[in-house]
Nanobody, 126 residues
Framework: QLQLVESGGGLVQPGGSLRLSCAAS????????IGWFRQVPGKEREGVSC????????NYADSVKGRFTISRDNAKNTVYLQMNSLKPEDTAVYYC???????????????????WGQGTQVTVSS
């Protein structure tokens, strides 16, 4: 069974950091571009960041540039999202998703993605 599982969410104070993990089971992430998305109730899902299958290309939403870093460890079949300098507006449920795309492209368009995790809550509050 193909599955993505996010972990690492939680409650953090403004200015703090969290590292989210997206682990795959039932398939290898090597041939997939991976995206991180977030959603707040009542709002559209936002594409936060993505990384190509090769790891050579990344892309970030303007709202997180310079604060978030996406990376992947294909040997561990896991993708990470390091989130620094967190702000209250980063509060959301964060999802990872896999897009069957080999090469140097990735996408922050959620309509392109094939597989989704269940999400992990990130709350930034004092």
């Amino acid at each position: 069974q193909l599955q993505l599982v996010e972990s690492g969410g939680g409650l953090v104070q403004p200015g703090g950091s969290l590292r989210l993990s997206c682990a795959a089971s039932g398939f290898t992430l090597t041939y997939y571009a991976i995206g991180w998305f977030r959603q707040v109730p009542g709002k559209e899902r936002e594409g936060v960041s993505c990384i190509s299958s090769s790891g050579g290309s990344t892309n970030y939403a303007d709202s997180v540039k310079g604060r978030f870093t996406i990376s992947r460890d294909n040997a561990k079949n896991t993708v990470y999202l390091q989130m620094n300098s967190l702000k209250p507006e980063d509060t959301a449920v964060y999802y990872c998703a896999a897009l069957g795309l080999w090469g140097s492209r990735c996408s922050r368009d959620d309509m392109e993605y094939d597989y989704w995790g269940q999400g992990t809550q990130v709350t930034v509050s004092s």
